[in-house]
C-alpha cells in the first residue's frame, strides 16, 4: 500500500463528496482547509461512515480515530493529515 | 376483545402525550400511566405514538433517547401473544439501556433495540438490533459498530469517531 499525502487523501475525500459539493455549487479547490463537511451539510452520518469505508477500502488500511481531536473528525484538512499520518504508520 | 373503557383511557392519554411538552418529563409520566414501561432518564420526542392498544407491552430502558414522530407497533392483527407467557409481563417490543432511536423510526412488533444501539432517522426496525450497532434503512440493516453508546449528552463527533463501518 503506497503512502498518500494529506493532499492525495483530500483529493480522494472531495472525489467522494463531489456531487453534494456541486449541489451546493462548490468545487474541491474552493475548500478551505478548515472546512466541516458535516456542518456545512456536505455529509450527514451515513457519509461520514462512507467516507471511511471508502478510504480505507481505497488504501487497504483500517483508520483509528481515538487520537484525532473529535471536534477536527469531519474537518477536511485535519481528517485528511490523520488518515495520511496514519498511511505513513502502516509503511513503517 | 379490549375494554371499552380502559381502551379509551389509553388513546385519550396516548393523544396528550402526542401533543405534550415535556420529553423527558410529563410526556414520560402520561405514556407510564398508559401503561408503557419506561425506566430513569429516558426521552421521548413529540408526535410520537406508542403502541395505541396494548401500550403495556412495550419496555423503554434506562437513558433510551427517542426522537420526535417515532411510531411504536407491538401488536400484529390476529396474532396474540402466547398465551402460555401469559404469567410474565408480556414484552413485544424492547428498546434496552442507553439506546438512540432516531425521528421518525417505524418500529415493528416483536423486536428487541440492544443497549446501547442507534437506529438511524426514518428507519424501519423489522428484525432486532444487537447491542452497539447502529442500523439503518427499511428494512433497517446494520451499517456500524457503536464504540460508545449515544446518550443525549454525548457529543455527535465523538461519537462519530469511534464508529466502525460493517462490510
Not at chain 2, 45 to 65: C, D, K, Q, R, Y
Request: proline share 7%.
Amino acid at each position: 500500500m503506497p503512502a498518500l499525502s494529506a493532499e492525495q487523501v483530500r483529493s480522494l475525500v472531495l472525489e467522494r463528496v463531489q456531487s453534494s459539493l456541486a449541489a451546493k455549487g462548490l468545487r474541491a479547490e474552493d475548500i478551505p482547509d478548515n472546512y466541516d463537511l458535516l456542518t456545512e451539510g456536505v455529509i450527514d452520518s451515513m457519509g461520514i461512515l462512507q467516507v471511511i469505508t471508502e478510504v480505507e477500502a481505497r488504501l487497504g488500511i483500517t483508520v483509528d480515530f481515538e487520537d484525532l481531536d473529535p471536534e477536527n473528525l469531519t474537518v477536511i484538512g485535519p481528517f485528511c493529515r490523520h488518515i495520511a499520518k496514519k498511511c505513513v504508520n502502516v509503511e513503517k | 376483545m379490549e375494554p371499552l373503557f380502559s381502551g379509551a383511557f389509553k388513546r385519550g392519554l396516548q393523544i396528550l402525550a402526542y401533543l405534550a411538552p415535556g420529553e423527558s418529563s410529563l410526556r414520560i409520566w402520561l405514556h407510564r400511566l398508559r401503561g408503557v414501561r419506561i425506566g430513569a432518564d429516558s426521552r421521548i420526542g413529540m408526535a410520537t405514538l406508542i403502541e395505541t392498544s396494548f401500550p403495556e407491552w412495550v419496555s423503554i430502558g434506562n437513558h433510551v433517547t427517542m426522537g420526535m414522530r417515532t411510531t411504536i407497533i407491538a401488536h400484529v392483527v390476529g396474532l396474540p401473544p402466547n398465551r402460555n407467557r401469559k404469567k410474565e409481563k408480556y414484552t413485544s417490543v424492547r428498546i434496552e439501556d442507553d439506546s438512540f432511536v432516531g425521528p421518525g423510526v417505524i418500529i415493528l412488533p416483536n423486536v428487541t433495540i440492544g443497549r446501547g444501539a442507534v437506529v438511524m432517522a426514518g428507519s424501519v426496525v423489522t428484525r432486532s438490533v444487537p447491542p452497539l450497532t447502529m442500523v439503518q434503512g427499511n428494512p433497517a440493516k446494520p451499517v456500524a459498530r457503536c464504540g460508545v453508546a449515544l446518550l443525549w449528552h454525548t457529543p455527535i463527533k465523538e461519537f462519530y469517531s469511534k464508529l466502525r463501518p460493517l462490510e
